[in-house]
């Protein structure tokens, strides 16, 4: 094979979602300085970042990747329920809704799986920071 045809670098399943996460992030900032709300590129940046976080997750092992995952989903339901009621106080000042179903629909996906990628990064042991950095 031709040495210009060979791959000089192997990506690793991380690295596609760390690359693909940027990218909706950069996509959802260009929403925003084009004027649109970002809705659906919001909640994608949200999801590709829970599953780079889960992924790295992955490799603590099984035992110690299923208890990092329980403290993020249960961050992430304290959250849900605060955001609810939240939503609820608010709710009885308001007359109307001018968002649409929709909207609010990717606003949720993107509030849950952005809280679950959060709460798998601030639980994640102190060792695997320091071998990831390297």
Not at 28 to 46: E, F, K, R, S, Y
Not at 76 to 90: H, K, P, T
Not at 112 to 129: E, I, N, Q, R, S
């Amino acid at each position: 094979m031709n040495k210009f045809l060979k791959p000089r670098v192997t990506y690793t399943n991380e690295d596609a979602l760390k690359l693909g996460m940027f990218m909706m992030l950069g996509l959802t900032i260009m929403d925003v300085l084009g004027g649109n709300v970002p809705d659906m590129t919001l909640a994608l940046a949200a999801t590709l970042f829970y599953a780079w976080r889960r992924d790295i997750a992955a490799t603590l092992g099984e035992e110690a990747s299923r208890a990092v995952g329980r403290e993020s989903s249960e961050l992430a339901l304290r959250g849900v329920i605060v955001a609810l009621m939240i939503g609820l106080f608010v709710s009885f000042f308001m007359d109307t809704l001018t968002y649409s179903l929709e909207a609010l629909m990717y606003y949720g996906l993107a509030f849950v799986f952005g809280l679950k990628g959060m709460g798998l990064w601030f639980f994640m042991p102190d060792t695997t920071v320091e071998t990831e950095l390297n």
